[in-house]
């Protein structure tokens, strides 16, 4: 019998009690499991007995609770951000030469297999697991913490005080999935979504029961330099030494070694369906950090790495007709439209062809037989010409369909240089007014269609100034309509700082270099422009920003037309600055999404009752959807009430609502 713990002795079981159960998850167990069940009881007795003692990061917590855990939201700390993509070893070296230019440096690149799994976050303080969350939209993501918890292989205390983010793929092996997915009523589709399921369970106690399993291949360690690891490989290593299970293929190749690499894409494409867990490319990376952080990311992606994606299933088709579309920078994008064709369980009938160059190498021409695929599984693409019925190449034309300006070449694109160009214009207000942008759903294509060909509307700023009671009397634009074109103009007076500037279509300026700049302090379009006229340097200080992006932010945003069209938009009222973040009314409302109807008393016009909404950090939407979680209904609610009681959406009076504002509650 041993002595009765106290919170010293309590403290050094549950760091043998750990030891153990990292030693048994690797398969070398150190005691027997009586043994190991005893001490753990012991264990747990104690914790049971001193409640308030027990340590976060004890093992008892790897089996779970019964309580239920809600899965609170949290942001990120470095955004989880895509990766860009590579079909071919031949696209691979395209892009480490174009990396290794933009560092001017020999680069030294590793290469691990790509996950298919849930991303996950585990971020540790000063030694101690503190949270793990989802990658979620890549900004913020949930806690999932108790959940993780029980993943017998994640270190819930490390041997050193270090502060990290350590990045990871949770998955669950295909013979679990198989044995597992057996018992269930409703089966999952792949291990991946029952994996994911699992790990949104309330109780963790369920978690526990399944076999997740984790490797994690991303390390970001707090502390000076010196102390902290300069390399990838480094960071592996340390990773490796505090226990964290990592994925035993890691291919590490110099600028020379590029048949070494081939081979290597080979070799793992051929283990690919022997694997115990399921993987969908490899992932290259400069192995460098410092080198990566001097070359940041995009929006969407690193541009320290890129994902080499294994081939998709491909189907037989002919090519019936090529046509160009006219983006909305100008750009001109050939279009394929082939004999629909199965491929990987989704018809495909239109298939991008990228550019002039891609349609001369494959050489192609109506009505030949080709091989198309879906890249990564998703993007339609032409393969090969499998055999030749046209007589030439499709020429491609030398003037816009549009407007009939002649195309300018610019690197591997053309482009129609004329900036009234109807096919620009419409494209750059459909991108404006688009989902994930501003959110105008009352201006659908056709709508846009009309305004411009009537001629009241030949930029975005003409929205905001336009009379659209002079549709009246056009087909399709009844007294409704109207309203409703009214109506999502006043929303778009609403939206946030951060929604205007990323609708305003600058090149690299999405969402996530939009929430970077905010979070660096640059809270104002006019702080904007002055930094990058005055001291662009200073915006290398942001991480995740590097030379590249502002250069190019520089050369897009400081040009006459976006600074006029942002006046204009100023003018009409929209946000051109984000309110500081002290001031920021509260985030009572984060996470709803809002539809306002009917008439108000004391919101008047209703816009008044939606601006309240948005400052809670709310999101107000026009139309009732599965994803409104809300309706604030006036006097008068009509069709938009009864959607939103037959999908059960929460129905708030006035009464309530103005109740709500003050208690700053949420309902
Ligand atoms: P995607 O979302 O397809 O652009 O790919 C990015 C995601 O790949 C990341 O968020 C990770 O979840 C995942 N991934 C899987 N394995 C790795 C790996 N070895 N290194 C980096 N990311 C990986
Ligand atoms: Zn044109």
């Known amino acids: 019998m041993m002595l009765p713990l106290n919170t010293e002795t309590a403290q050094s079981l549950a760091r043998r009690l750990l030891e153990l159960q990292t030693a048994y998850a690797q398969g070398r167990p150190l005691v027997p499991d009586l043994e190991y069940d005893r001490l753990f009881d012991e264990l747990k007795a104690w914790e049971e007995a001193n409640p308030t003692l027990r340590l976060s990061w004890s093992p008892t917590q790897r089996v779970g609770s019964d309580l239920s855990a809600d899965f609170p939201e949290f942001r990120h700390t470095v955004p989880v951000l895509s990766l860009d993509k590579a079909y071919a070893p031949s696209e691979v070296f395209v892009w480490l030469d174009k990396t290794a230019k933009l560092t001017n440096q020999v680069l030294t690149l590793t290469a691990e297999q790509k996950m298919d799994g849930l991303s996950l976050v585990l971020y540790y303080k000063e030694g101690i697991l503190e949270r793990a969350v989802t990658r979620g939209d890549g900004t913020t993501g949930n806690e999932v913490t108790a959940n993780v918890k029980t993943l017998a292989t994640v270190p819930l205390r490390l041997s050193r005080p270090l502060t990290m983010a350590v990045r990871g793929e949770v998955f669950l092996p295909k013979s679990?999935?198989?044995?597992?997915?057996?018992?269930?009523?409703?089966?999952?589709?792949?291990?991946?979504?029952?994996?994911?399921?699992?790990?949104?369970?309330?109780?963790?106690?369920?978690?526990?029961?399944?076999?997740?399993?984790?490797?994690?291949?991303?390390?970001?360690?707090?502390?000076?330099?010196?102390?902290?690891?300069?390399?990838?490989?480094?960071?592996?290593?340390?990773?490796?030494?505090?226990?964290?299970?990592?994925?035993?293929?890691?291919?590490?190749?110099?600028?020379?070694?590029?048949?070494?690499?081939?081979?290597?894409?080979?070799?793992?494409?051929?283990?690919?369906?022997?694997?115990?867990?399921?993987?969908?490319?490899?992932?290259?990376?400069v192995d460098d950090l410092a080198l990566r952080d001097e070359l940041g990311a995009t929006g969407h992606h690193p541009r320290w790495a890129l994902a080499f994606k294994f081939e998709s299933p491909q189907a037989q088709t002919v090519v019936e007709e090529i046509t160009v579309q006219v983006g909305r920078t100008g750009r001109v994008t050939p279009v394929a439209k082939v004999k629909p064709a199965q491929v990987g369980g989704t018809t495909v009938t239109f298939i991008t062809l990228h550019n002039r160059d891609y349609i001369e190498t494959l050489g192609l021409g109506l009505g030949d037989e080709v091989a198309i695929s879906r890249r990564g599984d998703v993007i339609p693409a032409v393969e090969e010409v499998l055999e030749r019925h046209s007589e030439m190449v499709w020429p491609f034309?030398?003037?816009?369909?549009?407007?009939?300006?002649?195309?300018?070449?610019?690197?591997?694109?053309?482009?129609?240089?004329?900036?009234?160009?109807?096919?620009?214009?419409?494209?750059?207000?459909?991108?404006?007014?688009?989902?994930?942008?501003?959110?105008?759903?009352?201006?659908g294509p056709e709508t846009?269609?009309?305004?411009?060909?009537?001629?009241?509307?030949?930029?975005?700023?003409?929205?905001?100034?336009?009379?659209?009671?002079r549709l009246l009397g056009v087909p399709g634009f009844g007294d409704k309509k109207i309203a409703a074109l009214k109506e999502g103009v006043a929303l778009a007076r609403t939206r946030p700082y951060a929604t205007v500037l990323a609708s305003l279509g600058v090149p690299d300026l999405g969402k996530k270099l939009v929430e970077l700049l905010l979070n660096a302090g640059i809270l104002s379009f006019d702080g904007l422009v002055e930094t990058l006229r005055e001291r662009p340097a200073s915006l290398l200080e942001v991480h995740g920003i590097g030379p590249k992006t502002i250069e190019t932010l520089g050369t897009e945003l400081l040009t006459p037309a976006v600074l006029d069209l942002a006046a204009r938009l100023k003018a009409a009222g929209l946000a051109f600055d984000a309110p500081p973040p002290a001031a920021a009314a509260s985030a009572a409302l984060a996470g709803t999404t809002w539809c306002v109807?009917?008439?108000?008393?004391?919101?008047?016009?209703?816009?008044?009752?939606?601006?309240?909404?948005?400052?809670?950090?709310?999101?107000?939407?026009?139309?009732?959807?599965?994803?409104?979680?809300?309706?604030?209904?006036?006097?008068?609610?009509?069709?938009?009430?009864?959607?939103?009681?037959?999908?059960?959406?929460?129905?708030?009076?006035?009464?309530?609502?103005?109740?709500l504002l003050n208690e700053e509650g949420i309902v």
């Open 176 to 285: 679990d999935f198989a044995r597992l997915n057996a018992e269930l009523a409703e089966p999952y589709a792949n291990p991946r979504n029952l994996a994911a399921g699992t790990l949104r369970r309330v109780k963790s106690a369920e978690v526990a029961r399944v076999p997740l399993r984790i490797f994690v291949y991303e390390a970001f360690v707090a502390g000076p330099a010196g102390s902290v690891p300069s390399t990838h490989r480094q960071a592996l290593e340390l990773l490796a030494s505090e226990g964290f299970p990592l994925n035993p293929h890691l291919g590490v190749f110099t600028p020379d070694q590029r048949p070494e690499l081939e081979a290597f894409v080979a070799a793992q494409t051929a283990l690919r369906p022997t694997l115990e867990w399921e993987i969908d490319g490899l992932v290259f990376k």
């Open 397 to 443: 034309p030398e003037t816009c369909p549009d407007c009939t300006s002649t195309l300018e070449l610019r690197g591997a694109h053309h482009f129609c240089p004329n900036p009234v160009c109807p096919a620009q214009v419409k494209g750059k207000l459909a991108f404006f007014v688009g989902r994930g942008q501003m959110d105008m759903e009352s201006l």
């Open 448 to 469: 846009l269609e009309v305004l411009v060909a009537q001629g009241l509307v030949s930029d975005v700023a003409d929205l905001f100034t336009c009379d659209f009671d």
């Open 597 to 659: 109807t009917g008439s108000f008393a004391a919101f008047n016009p209703r816009s008044l009752a939606e601006e309240e909404i948005v400052k809670r950090s709310g999101k107000v939407v026009s139309a009732v959807s599965g994803k409104t979680t809300h309706l604030l209904a006036g006097t008068g609610a009509g069709s938009k009430l009864e959607k939103a009681l037959a999908l059960g959406v929460k129905v708030v009076s006035e009464e309530e609502f103005v109740t």
